[in-house]
């Protein structure tokens, strides 16, 4: 129990302090997405570089899918990316 005024300042300050911490992580989550589709992180490119690697080599979209990594849609969307740099001229990235 709070018995003098500085102790009854100092625990406003604490739960001021507190309440700032809770709001920066509330505004995290507001702003998180949850649905669509992912940006190009590192899970995406790793994907996709896997995706190339195949495609290189000469194996069909289906032979592809059929491996059980991607998804037939998602094997057409990288064909559309992959063909897009290309067309561009701009090197295809292969990191693991």
Not at 47 to 54: D, R
Request: glycine share 4%; proline share 0%; net charge positive.
């Amino acid at each position: 129990m709070i018995q003098t005024l500085e102790e009854a300042l100092k625990k406003i300050n604490e739960l001021e302090q507190k309440n700032k911490q809770l709001e920066a992580e509330l505004e995290k989550y507001k702003n998180r997405a949850y649905a669509g589709r992912k940006k190009h992180d590192s899970a995406w490119m790793q994907s996709y570089n896997a995706f190339v690697v195949q495609y290189e080599k000469g194996k069909t979209i289906m032979e592809i899918v059929e491996q059980g990594e991607i998804s037939r849609r998602t094997a057409y969307r990288y064909k559309a990316y992959y063909e897009k740099l290309k067309e561009k001229g701009m090197a295809v990235d292969k990191q693991d």
